[in-house]
C-alpha cells in the first residue's frame, strides 16, 4: 500500500520559533496533499490543501502567514507554523492522494507540536 | 458547502452486539462517502467508501440519498474492532475530505 511519513513525529519549541513539518509520499506521486489539525479528542480540521507548484488553498479561519505550506516536489510539502505560540501546540496531520487517483487518501502518522 | 455530522461521541457495545454508526451529511451535489478508522497508536487509514458497496472487516455502510446518511453497520461487534471512526466526505469533482467529528467505539467483552 501507499505510505506517507511525517518527521518530526513530536517536536517541542520554544514560543517565537518557527518549526517546520515534513509530508513525504514514500512510494508514490502526490499532486495534492492535505494538511490537518487534530485538538485532543476531536475531530480532523482541515487546514489546506496543499498543490504541488502553486499556492496552497487554506480553509476559512486558517492564517496563511502564520501556517506556511510549500509543495516544491510530487513527493514532499512542507508545513511551517511561523512565531510558534502555546495555543498553536497540536498534532498535525498530512494526507496524499495519489496523481490522477480520485477518492482513498492516505495519511501520515502525524507530528505533535508542543509550543512552551 | 460540505458538512459531515457524527451524532455520538462515544458508543459502547458488549461483543457480538450489532454496531451502527452514524453519520449524516450535507451537500447540494453529488457527494462521495467515506469511512476511515483509526485504532489506538495507529494512523488513520481507509475502511470502506459508498462507491465500492464492499464488507470490510465485516462493516457495510449504504448511501441513503434521502435521508442523507451514511451509517456505519456490524452485525456482530468484535473486541478488535474498538477505534475511533471518522465519516467523511468529498464533494462531487471536488478535492478535499472533510470529516465529522469522529465516534469512538468501544467493545466490551
Known amino acids: 500500500g501507499a505510505v506517507v511519513s511525517q518527521h518530526p513525529s513530536w517536536v517541542i519549541c520554544k514560543s517565537g520559533t518557527s518549526v517546520k513539518i515534513e509530508c513525504r509520499s514514500l512510494?508514490?506521486?502526490?499532486?495534492?496533499m492535505f494538511w490537518y489539525r487534530q485538538f485532543p479528542k476531536q475531530s480532523l480540521m482541515l487546514m489546506a490543501t496543499?498543490?504541488?507548484?502553486?499556492?496552497?488553498?487554506?480553509e476559512q479561519g486558517v492564517e496563511k502567514d502564520k501556517f506556511l505550506i510549500n509543495h516544491a516536489s510530487l513527493t514532499l510539502s512542507t508545513l511551517t507554523v511561523t512565531s510558534a505560540h502555546p495555543e498553536d501546540s497540536s498534532f498535525y496531520i498530512c494526507?496524499?492522494?495519489?496523481?490522477?487517483?480520485?477518492?482513498?487518501?492516505?495519511f501520515g502518522e502525524g507530528s505533535r507540536l508542543t509550543v512552551l | 458547502a460540505q458538512r459531515v455530522t457524527q451524532p455520538e461521541k462515544l458508543l459502547s457495545v458488549f461483543k457480538g452486539a450489532p454496531v451502527e454508526l452514524k453519520c449524516n451529511y450535507s451537500?447540494?451535489?453529488?457527494?462521495?462517502l467515506f469511512w476511515y478508522v483509526q485504532y489506538s497508536r495507529q494512523r488513520l487509514q481507509l475502511l470502506l467508501r459508498?462507491?465500492s458497496r464492499e464488507s470490510i472487516k465485516g462493516f457495510t455502510a449504504d448511501l441513503n440519498k434521502g435521508e442523507t446518511s451514511f451509517h456505519l453497520k456490524k452485525p456482530f461487534a468484535q473486541e478488535e474492532d474498538s477505534a475511533m471512526y471518522y465519516c467523511?466526505?468529498?464533494?462531487?469533482?471536488?478535492?478535499?475530505?472533510?470529516f465529522g467529528t469522529g465516534t469512538q467505539l468501544k467493545v466490551e467483552l
Open positions: 494526507s496524499a492522494r495519489r496523481t490522477g487517483a480520485t477518492g482513498e487518501l492516505f
Open positions: 512510494d508514490f506521486q502526490a499532486t495534492t
Open positions: 496543499s498543490n504541488e507548484g502553486s499556492k496552497a488553498t487554506y
Open positions: 451537500y447540494s451535489g453529488s457527494p462521495e
Open positions: 459508498h462507491i
Open positions: 467523511g466526505l468529498r464533494g462531487g469533482g471536488g478535492n478535499k475530505l472533510t
